[in-house]
């Protein structure tokens, strides 16, 4: 089988797991609340202003709840419309990252790099639990490839669609998306001392048309939010987070990011690192100065945001996936020059990828034989195949890519479309307020007769019922049952305090719901022996009308 073809299957494998994603439950908390946010932009036609069930909201640019509220215009309200535009977003990450390396690297070196972005375990995650991260990468790596190409050939439509790209990150989360693309090529161009295209006016271009396509952003902020808005975008939002000046702070570890790393890049960590080590020191042995045909993008642009983003007082594990793109570049060239250079360093290397596709085709195989029953044995049996056979061409491969490139694919096609296919459709069941309201919008309960009780509601069951679900305290309870019957969202904390209305309201049987913070998994939950001890419970209930005089 050529080469070409082995690609197509690869890719398409891929797609298979992505697209069994597009179709989950949403998550609570992020990407249930730009779900809603999108959902209320569309009902309220509030497209410049942010809100956040009515309130006014102030964290996140707009891109995303305007491409999300657009899908949901084009195709309904659902799981799959909310997903789309960011699985959109995701092919463009990995064309661009193609495109990128095929500037300067063979052909080979450039599938690698896309196969390596699209099949590490980061990019499922956050397309699974999609925030605004996935346009911001997709739009940082396209705007890389077309500031690149203007390098190389000076042509300004590769100027003018980097400018798009740096204004479209920008208006996905912030000044990231100029931070990131400016270090990547500013980095190179100092790397080749290349100070006539430092310096060149030609780079003024990308200001108008950065203003231009942040105009709509920018007057929206003003108008909600004055100057404040502005400034927020520019400076607090992002290097507020490094100076201290945002309240947001976390305390993390200083080690979050390489512990983040370590897991999120599966299963090319190892690659990586030697890919960044073997960068890091052709940068040193070459005293910082690259040849003409030398890129100094992707180990430079790397090190230089994560340094900065390291230096955050506030960290999540999303935040560094921006940089995976960079990343799968220079691993990829890491794996054939190693190849084909230091074959015996590249042997051991092989021999620990193939230890890490044995533990981790082990490692889906036993969850979804231990975590939840019964199993679905067509899914069980996919992944059982596609983890024997990638171990076994491991073992056996001779080259980079039947060696290393292959058989990692095939691993992370396998756990992902058992997680995909089976895990988290499981999994989501326990996040009770979507299947609460997911009742609530099958059985058409009017929003004037279903409430949350003292405000336990979230994000997610406003998506799922489809509206802005309003809080009702205890003690206005009886007012509002003097109209008419209600259903309550209520949370066990809340449970008890109803049996006082016991006496003056008739009361169908409750419905329950099993609760897990199901983006916080533990032991004790995936031990299905010890789940029930971890779980919560949270109802609905139907409460009949009473009389005024009761």
């Known amino acids: 089988m050529s080469n070409r073809a082995i ?54 640019p707009p891109l995303l709840m305007w491409l999300s509220s657009l899908s949901f215009y084009l195709f309904g309200i659902s799981d799959f419309a909310y997903r789309l535009p960011s699985f959109l977003a995701t092919i463009l990450a990995v064309y661009s990252t193609y495109r990128l390396a095929k500037q300067w690297y063979h052909q080979t070196i450039a599938v690698c790099s896309a196969l390596i972005l699209a099949s590490c375990q980061a990019f499922f995650l956050f397309n699974n639990d999609v925030k605004t991260d996935t346009l911001l990468t997709s739009m940082v790596i396209f705007s890389i490839w077309q500031l690149s190409g203007y390098i190389r050939n000076k042509n300004l439509i590769n100027l003018v669609a980097g400018s798009f790209g740096v204004a479209m990150a920008m208006l996905a989360k912030g000044p990231i998306g100029f931070i990131l693309p400016a270090a990547a090529i500013g980095c190179h161009l100092l790397l080749h001392r290349n100070w006539k295209s430092i310096f060149n006016f ?37 290097f507020g987070r490094i100076t201290g000046q945002s309240e947001w702070n976390n305390h993390p570890d200083p080690f979050f990011f390489e512990h983040t790393y370590a897991w999120a890049f599966l299963p090319w960590t190892i690659l990586g690192l030697v890919g ?37 007082h506030y960290k999540l594990p999303h935040y560094i996936f921006v940089l995976f793109p960079l990343l799968a570049i220079f691993t990829a060239r ?59 061409i491991s073992i056996r491969g001779t080259n980079a890519f039947r060696k290393v490139v292959l058989p990692g694919v095939l691993i992370i096609f396998a756990i992902n479309f058992g997680l995909n296919f089976d895990f988290y459709p499981r999994l989501m069941k326990y996040q009770a307020s979507n299947q609460a309201g997911i009742f609530v919008s099958k059985n058409v309960i009017p929003g004037n007769r279903f409430y949350s009780l003292n405000y336990c509601g979230s994000h997610s069951l406003n998506f799922y019922t489809r509206r802005d679900v309003s809080a009702i305290l205890l003690e206005h309870l009886k007012d509002t049952l003097v109209k008419s019957d209600i259903w309550l969202y209520v949370d066990e904390s809340d449970y008890s305090k109803l049996a006082a209305f016991e006496r003056v309201a008739g009361r169908s049987s409750d419905i329950m719901f099993d609760r897990f913070s199901v983006q916080n998994l533990s032991i004790e939950f995936l031990n299905p022996e010890t789940r029930i001890k971890v779980l919560h419970n949270t109802f609905l209930v139907h409460l009949a009308r009473i009389n005024g005089s009761q």
């Open 334 to 392: 890491w794996i054939y020059e190693t190849a084909e250079k230091l074959p015996k360093t590249f042997k051991w290397i092989g021999r620990i990828q193939t230890v890490i596709y044995l533990l981790l085709g082990l490692a889906i195989i036993v969850l979804l034989w231990f975590v939840f029953s019964p199993i679905i044995i067509w899914v069980f049996v996919i992944c059982l195949l596609c983890s024997l056979v990638a171990a076994s």
């Open 202 to 238: 030609r780079w003024l271009i990308a200001i108008p048309v950065i203003l231009l396509i942040l105009s709509p952003m920018l007057y929206g902020l003003y108008e909600q939010w004055g100057s404040k808005g502005i400034t927020f975008f520019f400076w607090t939002q992002s």
């Open 7 to 60: 690609y197509i299957i690869l890719f398409s494998l891929l797609g298979i797991a992505y697209i069994g994603g597009l179709f989950l439950q949403i998550m609570e908390v992020d990407a249930a609340q730009y779900a809603a946010m999108s959902m209320e932009m569309l009902k309220t036609h509030h497209y410049l202003q942010l809100f956040d069930g009515g309130v006014a909201y102030l964290d996140k």
């Open 276 to 312: 960044l080590f073997f960068g890091i020191k052709e940068l040193i042995v070459s005293r910082f100065t690259l040849s003409d045909n030398q890129e100094g993008m992707t180990v430079s642009g790397f090190i230089f945001v994560f340094i900065a983003l390291s230096m955050s």
